[in-house]
């Protein structure tokens, strides 16, 4: 490959030099602005002719044999906002850069965003083309674009994103940088957010604790939304979304601005609404499938030199049908239901009409973040949010004796309330090290006003943390370590006692992170780590039956802390025509939570039930993932997508339920070049590849795993010239085929097929109400 | 323009349309909800008497109660909580009544009477089997045991919350499962067990002695 390479460079060399005098030298230097002292290992790249080189110990850099012409040089350095400049060149030239190195002097919502900090962790930011495609659908469809992501799901409405298999709890979904707080244990709980809001997501694969706090075993996903404008101007954005499954529209608006007058405000307001009908499988509509959101956000900054504040305000607001058809009397119907192969009375026409049962969910968010520079190179974070949910689930029917019974009241009901404050303060290059220090705290409260699920509870949480990591230019090193508190007072009532027990959680979480960088080409990112979390309310006190999956579920007091030692290294090489991304993981549990199936059914008056009881065992899971993109022809391109999962139960011997089975995407993009007309086309087939899961443990489930299945897409979009607005429009389709098929990571697997095709139609509109420059 | 102006009317509509919330009081987290406030099923009672004499039989009402309910603690027979016999004679019949009650209300709250009301939304089975005839009529697989439904709902169909047992000796002294299931079929009563779902399903035992 290399031979190649230079043999094709020197070839475009040679070719050059007979045509003109290609003789000449651009040198210079960089130092920083700040201090003067000289930048190592800035990467100072040449547009015109894909070349880039690294400065040297003394700032200093040379690029031979240019021709003379008009360059673009490029100069990128960590903690500094990448820098272009254009060079004329007819003779051997030096040019001296200066960068601000520690970025004060940059717009305040540079540091906010600050592009430095990437944890050693994988990072996989979702790219904007599969963010579009899952546009209108849910959050974790906008995931699934990552290798190693899947999804948990309660039909086509309700869906939980899953890291390596792990999910709920072990997952910390942070929401503009506020960690998501809401009834995160219910496996048909989905993520209380509108995707709508972000700009960018982002998936951290493997433990994050020591950053996000002690939860995050599993990852964490990251949803930013676009920095506030700095230049006074009124721009925005209108997403118009329509999906034939379901009939589903969406619009969603975006509007910010600044003013010019009073220097350092800015703006944003955001809303999203979105209705959709029944959904369809190949051969029958599925009753009472709809879905009806409502949501907005307002943004307010203020950003002087050295100190910024920001105010968030979110609600969100659901209403979502569940499909008749899974909510079921007893062990009997359920066997009943996967006899049969369609849902014996839960098919409807078409319709938007959302009836019981259905899940209506608020969440309301209040944040305020505050910076402060608190010297050359460091600064001082401090965020404070409170965050309210309820959450109502109404059952199928109302009660036999329904004179006195108030149909407009939730039979489950549950309203928490978190509180949170965190203070980080992070400085930049001191001597290569780079840190950051912190501590947070929440305090939690949860209530329920109908059926008893859960019981009440208090929480408070803090947990303190240090990182530092050493940065050279081919590699770095990060130490990180965190202290966490959780005390969990609860109430409820057993046998018409009154129960408050009180537990106390606190450990230590550790993370150790290398990054290698033996060319700018191939990048390695290795981590060790250490990471706990406290057993959730659910885990230790649930108690009921649930109706969709016909089981009892219930929590044990005795469930101690859950542990996991993980190990997870990423190769990521990319060059001109190919990008690929491995990474191999493997996490050892001590006291890993899990459900477990009863021997004896619990005798009740609608017959007997299996019992599920919350045990602990040791557990270990491993997996590869990969994403593999290459160019194989001029603006063609070739993705294999995939990933490998094992999940084992070694206490048992057995396997662990509920793991993804091992999967394959295939895809096909052709790039059209950019005309006047026409920018960013593309065109994209794609196949997917669904093995069955056989490795599951002996007595778990009702039904044996579905068959394997594959799935055929596409997706077609453009960007339309029009003035100096680029217009967005795209297609896309998903299970074009109609295949029929479940899955088994849906929990309405028993009862019905997953849906059919689905065709989206997206119209982006971006449009400017005023700009100064205009 | 037309972009900016719908932008404006969907963001400015939500933000004054989505506001609408009960937040008014959350009741503080030391004092839970006690009980279920929802209808729950505790109490099925079958009260069998003999046609002739009108007395009731040995061991009846025979009684299944699941006090608090589905999960909590499990439900059980009484007396004897594992299960529960029913011992009838050969040649006989039997005039049988079924009572549901949702003893978690004082006084406790009766089912039955709702269930028969709304007739053409319920139905009882008796060992799953789909009834025959007319009247409908279930046979107990292998035990000579008929079951005649005495009670219809507006559409003529049964729904066996009174019945007729009638024994005419085959398998005499062997134990038959009897299994009593209630199902709630809104919109699709046919007369058969499939549509719906179960709201009560008991397994009691049938013997027939000579």
Same mark, same amino acid.
């Given at each position: 490959m290399r031979k190649i390479i230079q043999t094709f460079l020197f070839l475009f060399v040679l070719a050059n030099g007979f045509a003109q005098e290609c003789n000449y030298k651009l040198t210079g230097k960089i130092t920083d602005?700040?201090?003067?002292e000289p930048l190592e290992f800035t990467i100072v790249s040449v547009k015109e002719i894909n070349f880039s080189t690294n400065s040297n110990e003394e700032g200093e850099f040379k690029i031979e044999n240019l021709c003379a012409g008009d360059y673009t040089i490029r100069i990128i350095h960590l903690g500094c906002a990448d820098t272009s400049i254009k060079v004329s060149i007819a003779k051997d030239t030096k040019v001296n850069f200066k960068l601000p190195?520690? &970025?004060?002097?940059? =717009?305040?919502v540079e540091i906010v965003e600050?592009?430095?900090?990437?944890?050693?962790?994988?990072i996989d930011n979702i790219k904007q083309e599969e963010i579009d495609k899952a546009?209108?659908?849910?959050?974790a469809d906008a995931l699934?674009?990552?290798?190693?992501i899947t999804t948990l799901n309660t039909g086509a409405s309700i869906s939980k994103p899953m890291i390596h298999g792990l999910q709920g709890y072990r997952i910390l979904i942070l929401n503009n940088g506020i960690r998501q707080e809401g009834q995160?244990?219910?496996?048909?709980?989905?993520?209380?957010?509108?995707?709508?809001?972000?700009?960018k997501i982002s998936v951290v694969k493997g433990?994050?604790?020591?950053?996000?706090?002690?939860?995050a075993i599993a990852g964490a996903i990251l949803l930013e939304p676009d920095a &506030?404008?700095?230049? =006074?101007a009124i721009t925005g954005e209108l997403n118009a979304i329509g999906l034939s499954n379901g009939r589903a529209g969406v619009l969603s608006g975006i509007m910010q601005g600044s003013f010019e007058k009073v220097k350092g405000f800015a703006w944003r307001v955001q809303g999203t609404i979105k209705q959709g009908g029944n959904m369809k499988t190949p051969e029958y509509y599925l009753k009472n499938t709809g879905v009806l959101e409502k949501n907005f956000s307002y943004t307010l900054g203020y950003h002087r030199k050295k100190i910024g504040i920001e105010l968030f305000y979110s609600q969100f607001n659901s209403t979502i049908a569940v499909?008749?058809?899974?909510?079921?009397?007893?062990l009997t119907d359920l066997q009943s239901a996967f006899a049969s192969n369609k849902p014996q009375d839960s098919l409807a026409p078409f319709s938007y009409t959302i009836g019981r049962p259905k899940q209506e969910i608020e969440h309301e968010l209040v944040k305020s973040k505050f910076h402060v520079h608190t010297g050359m190179r460091s600064r001082l974070y401090v965020t404070a949010a409170y965050q309210y949910n309820i959450r109502k689930e109404f059952d199928k029917h109302i009660p036999?004796?329904?004179?006195?019974?108030?149909?407009?009241?939730?039979d489950l009901d549950y309203r928490i309330t978190s509180k949170t404050i965190d203070v980080a303060w992070e400085h930049d290059n001191i001597n290569s090290f780079r840190g950051t220090y912190g501590a947070s705290y929440m305090n939690q409260t949860n209530v329920y006003?109908?059926?008893?699920?859960i019981p009440n509870f208090i929480n408070n949480t803090w947990g303190a943390f240090a990182i530092e990591r050493y940065v050279k230019h081919t590699y770095e090193l990060e130490l990180g370590v965190r202290y966490d508190e959780k005390y969990l007072q609860s109430y409820y009532y057993n046998k018409n006692i009154l129960q408050s027990p009180f537990l106390k959680f606190k450990n230590v979480s550790v993370n150790t992170g290398w990054i290698y960088k033996p060319t700018h080409q191939l990048h390695f990112y290795t981590n060790l780590s250490k990471a706990w979390r406290a057993p959730a309310v659910n885990e230790l006190y649930s108690n009921g039956l649930h109706h969709g999956s016909a089981s009892i579920e219930k929590g044990d007091e005795k469930i101690k802390q859950e542990r996991c030692y993980s190990f997870i290294t990423t190769g990521s090489f990319k060059n001109k025509r190919i990008e690929a991304d491995i990474t191999a993981y493997s996490n050892y549990f001590k006291g890993f939570i899990y459900l477990s199936p009863g021997t004896e059914p619990e005798l009740t008056i609608k017959g007997a039930f299996p019992v599920f009881y919350y045990k602990q065992t040791d557990a270990l899971i491993s997996g590869i993932d990969y994403k593999i993109n290459v160019?194989?022809?001029?603006n063609t391109f070739v993705q294999v997508k995939g990933m490998f999962l094992r999940g084992q139960d070694l206490t048992n011997k057995d396997w662990l339920v509920w793991m993804p089975s091992d999967r394959v995407e295939v895809s096909l993009t052709y790039k059209l070049k950019d005309t006047k007309r026409f920018k960013k086309t593309y065109a994209t087939a794609s196949f997917e590849y669904i093995t069955k899961q056989w490795r599951i443990p002996q007595n778990s489930d009702y039904a044996a795993p579905p068959n394997p299945y594959y799935l055929v897409g596409f997706d077609i979009a453009t960007k339309i010239q029009v003035k100096n607005q680029e217009l967005g429009i795209g297609i896309s389709g998903s299970n074009v085929t109609n295949k029929i098929y479940r899955d088994?990571?849906?929990?309405?697997r028993y009862y019905t097929n997953a849906v059919g095709t689905n065709i989206q139609f997206r119209l982006n509109i971006p449009f400017t109400v005023f700009d100064k420059k205009e | 323009m037309k972009a900016k102006l719908m932008t404006l009317v969907a963001v400015g509509a939500l933000a004054f349309a989505?506001?609408?919330?009960?937040?008014?009081e959350d009741p503080a987290?030391?004092?839970?909800?006690?009980?279920?406030t929802a209808e729950v099923i505790t109490t099925m009672k079958i009260y069998i008497k003999d046609s002739i004499t009108g007395n009731q039989i040995?061991?009846?009402?025979f009684i299944f109660k699941d006090?608090?309910?589905?999960?909590g603690s499990a439900g059980g027979f009484l007396?004897?909580?594992a299960d529960s016999l029913i011992t009838l004679n050969d040649t006989t019949t039997y005039l049988a009544e079924i009572i549901l009650l949702d003893e978690t209300k004082t006084p406790a709250d009766s089912i039955s009477n709702e269930v028969v009301t709304e007739g053409q939304e319920h139905m009882f089975f008796f060992e799953q089997s789909n009834p025959t005839g007319t009247p409908y009529t279930t046979m107990l697989t292998g035990s000579g045991v008929k079951i005649t439904y005495l009670d219809l709902d507006a559409?003529?169909?049964?729904?066996?919350?009174q019945f007729k047992i009638r024994t005419y000796g085959s398998t005499t002294g062997s134990q038959h499962p009897f299994r009593v299931t209630l199902r709630h079929q809104p919109?699709?009563?046919?007369?058969?067990?499939?549509p719906g779902e179960t709201d009560v399903e008991i397994k009691f035992k049938v013997k027939v002695d000579l």
């Open positions: 602005k700040d201090n003067g190195h520690s &970025l004060h002097e940059l =717009a305040d600050r592009v430095d900090y990437k944890p050693t962790q994988t546009k209108g659908k849910t959050l699934k674009g990552s290798a190693g995160q244990w219910g496996n048909e709980h989905a993520p209380e957010i509108d995707p709508f809001m972000a700009k433990a994050s604790s020591v950053r996000y706090g002690s939860d &506030l404008p700095d230049t =006074a499909f008749s058809g899974a909510h079921i009397g007893n036999k004796n329904s004179s006195s019974y108030d149909t407009t009241k939730a006003l109908g059926r008893y699920l160019e194989f022809v001029k088994y990571l849906d929990r309405f | 989505a506001c609408k919330k009960d937040k008014k987290p030391t004092n839970p909800a006690p009980t279920n040995t061991g009846s009402p006090a608090d309910g589905d999960g007396p004897n909580a559409n003529s169909r049964g729904i066996g919350q919109g699709a009563k046919n007369g058969t067990f499939a």
